[in-house]
């Protein structure tokens, strides 16, 4: 038996319906080249899903849409398993999501309630309270004693703000930015918001002092700068001796807790830095640049004026925060210098 | 003659029919692959795929140009001889000790990154003296840009079991194979609690624990932005100046004294039961005899020796022939294997 190309329209010398139909019209084009089978199969196809199948006999078409129904449900079944398995992945994969409840910034307060009255205490709060409710930013405030056990030496009180905000970043996982205000400061312009004053990645580009030495008036270790503002996760002061560590704003995360900790190591604490905490803060930025690195420095009237400061910190009308800082030694008082501030302080302007 | 294709009506017996079914067989297969090519070419992937995949072969070759994952580094040359004088023997316990490396990398995949631990005049006395583990670690972060994990291996250390993989010994399950919590196994005494850490941040280091502490002879380290946090802030001169005539054993000292103070370094750090990657022999560690936690086991074939102190009244070359050749007896296979 001699194999030819299978014509529609030649004569059938087996019945159309049996195995040997199919095996014939297979079979024989078994010799001709492989791409040009499938050349021939796809023009075929394509042309009769173009135009109507008239010229197919009757099972060829049953058989053309059989096959055209099952590939229909097979492009459907394997729509629906891809659908279906992105749904999967974007529900539940380990995609990092941020808790989303929870201010995006937060005000730290630590409170001496050893040293300072109720009612004095109580106007701080009402400061940051103000401030906070009007631009809908979180308040956490603690009493210092809380953690009296964790610091080595427990006259030395600048060491307390560090497990403050350790604490208040624990307690805290979905806000961004935390801000630590010292007690002995007034928040004078409460219009101010943080996000435009200082924390926007512009604003804060342009506030950044770059090349200026960690330690004034002349350390070697300078800023740097070429660093993008958008890296920065600690943003801080100085005043004409060093770190002003009475203000200043942490972006929780990894490097967050890194320098918490690191800042309030038991050596560090035990050394008998000169000026405590400050000195620490300064020692760990000369010499660890993964610290340095994410630290913008800016300038001390954004957010840390003194009012009886000289020059370029010297507090004025508009300032956002007014400083009260060092007024805890026997030749200032702390509680007539707020006062005299606390009358002049501008009040939310809805 | 009737047409050996026409069967559709044929008339033999019922049992010829059946034995011309089965004849046909063969061509019924044939046919059906004939008439679905390109589906039948997707089956025969899929199958040599799940094949080849369970058996263990290597599936893509390995290229010269793809990293691995892993590197391994080997610290070598341990004070460069200036100290100590290096004679024959320390050179063959040297040889001995990077042929195993290499061999076990190359069989794995993994690079192998041989250190120079020679003394540099920048690690004097009274200046970070032995923090250089920190540097190299770090250089050799630079210097494999791809990789993921570090394992970091002293020099007195041998392999035993080469034919197991890191990943089936350490990372397939590396929740189970490692612990955080110093509750079981404290040796050092450190504080279980402190404040502020947190379990479920991904772990960065692994480090096994022996009788005396941390060991960080045989340790893996990841490639992260908290390791890069650690490597930067384990050498302080604060710390050393403080602390540097208590501290032994130099960085491993500093690591613990940071465990048990930071609270970001917990959570970071995860112990390795000293037996997967760390077993000491019988020398080491000698106050424990019988300590089935700390020393090789035989039997169950543990993976990695860290011949630890050997250097200091024990004998070197001696400890590592002896494991050399245990390993190649018990790699040797019996003609039984297959079937065992």
């Not at chain 1, 940051?128 to 409710?133: G, I, N, V």
Request: hydrophobic share 40%.
């Amino acid at each position: 038996m001699h194999f030819s190309i299978p014509s529609r329209s030649a004569d059938q010398t087996t019945l159309p319906g049996s195995p040997s139909f199919k095996a014939k019209s297979r079979a024989s084009s078994h010799h001709a080249v492989y791409p040009l089978y499938i050349f021939t199969q796809l023009r075929s196809v394509i042309r009769d899903a173009l135009t109507s199948a008239q010229n197919v006999t009757a099972p060829e078409k049953k058989r053309q849409s059989a096959r055209r129904t099952l590939s229909m449900w097979a492009i459907a079944v394997f729509a629906a398993v891809t659908v279906f398995l992105t749904i999967m992945y974007v529900l539940f994969a380990n995609i990092a999501t941020s808790d989303s409840a929870g201010p995006r910034v937060v005000l730290v307060l630590g409170l001496d309630n050893g040293k300072y009255k109720e009612d004095y205490l109580a106007k701080i709060i009402e400061n940051r309270r103000e401030y906070a409710d009007a631009h809908k930013y979180g308040l956490y405030v603690r009493n210092m004693s809380d953690f009296k056990g964790s610091v080595h030496d427990a006259a030395k009180l600048g060491w307390y703000k560090l497990p403050l905000m350790r604490s208040a970043m624990q307690d805290n996982p979905g806000s961004t930015y935390f801000w630590y205000l010292d007690q002995n400061a007034i928040i004078m312009n409460p219009n101010l918001n943080i996000e435009s004053h200082i924390t926007d990645v512009k604003r804060l580009n342009s506030l950044v002092l770059r090349d200026v030495p960690v330690v004034p008036p002349d350390s070697t270790i300078r800023t740097y700068r070429h660093v993008p503002a958008d890296r920065m996760k600690f943003i801080i002061s100085q005043d004409h001796e060093g770190f002003q560590t009475g203000s200043f704003i942490l972006k929780n995360g990894e490097y967050a807790w890194y320098v918490l900790d690191a800042w309030f190591d038991k050596l560090y604490q035990e050394y008998k830095f000169q000026k405590a905490e400050k000195s620490s803060l300064e020692h760990l930025a000369q010499w660890h640049p993964t610290v340095l690195s994410k630290m913008a420095i800016i300038p001390q009237r954004i957010f840390n004026a003194y009012p009886n400061g000289v020059g370029d910190s010297l507090y004025q009308d508009g300032d956002f925060v007014a400083s009260l800082a060092g007024c805890d030694t026997p030749e200032r008082s702390c509680v007539r210098e707020f006062e005299r501030l606390w009358d002049n302080r501008g009040r939310v302007v809805n | 003659m009737k047409d050996k294709d026409d069967y559709l009506f044929s008339p033999v017996s019922r049992t010829s029919r059946v034995i011309n079914r089965f004849r046909r067989l063969p061509n019924r297969v044939r046919q059906l692959i004939l008439r679905r090519r390109i589906l039948s070419a997707i089956l025969f992937v899929v199958l040599c795929f799940t094949l080849v995949a369970n058996s263990g072969v290597r599936l893509l070759p390995r290229l010269p140009w793809t990293s691995s994952k892993f590197v391994i580094i080997l610290a070598v040359n341990q004070g460069g001889g200036v100290m100590e004088w290096k004679g024959p023997t320390e050179w063959a316990v040297e040889r001995t000790s990077i042929a195993n490396k290499k061999a076990y990398a190359d069989r794995h995949g993994y690079q192998l990154a041989i250190q120079d631990m020679s003394i540099k005049k920048r690690y004097a006395h009274e200046w970070r003296e032995s923090w250089e583990k920190v540097d190299v670690i770090r250089q050799t972060m630079k210097q494999y840009p791809k990789a993921e994990w570090f394992w970091w291996l002293d020099l007195h250390t041998y392999i035993m079991e080469p034919s197991i993989s890191l990943e089936k010994q350490v990372f397939n399950r590396l929740e189970n194979n490692t612990y955080r919590s110093l509750e079981d196994y404290n040796p050092l005494r450190l504080p279980v609690e402190i404040p502020f850490v947190d379990n479920t941040h991904q772990i960065n280091l692994i480090v096994p624990q022996d009788c005396g502490g941390f060991n960080l002879g045989s340790f893996l380290i990841r490639r992260s932005e908290w390791t890069d946090f650690l490597l930067d802030i384990w050498w302080d001169p604060v710390f050393y100046e403080q602390r540097h005539m208590q501290w032994e054993h130099k960085e491993q000292d500093a690591l613990e004294h940071m465990y048990s103070d930071q609270g970001w370094l917990r959570s970071g750090t995860a112990f390795i039961p000293q037996r997967l990657i760390n077993a000491f022999p019988e020398g080491a560690c000698s106050e424990q005899q019988g300590d089935k936690r700390i020393f090789y086991n035989q039997e169950e074939r543990d993976f990695v020796v860290n011949m630890a102190g050997c250097e200091w009244g024990r004998d070197c070359y001696g400890e590592m022939e002896h494991f050399r050749k245990l390993s190649a007896s018990l790699q040797k296979k019996s003609w039984w294997w297959p079937f065992k």
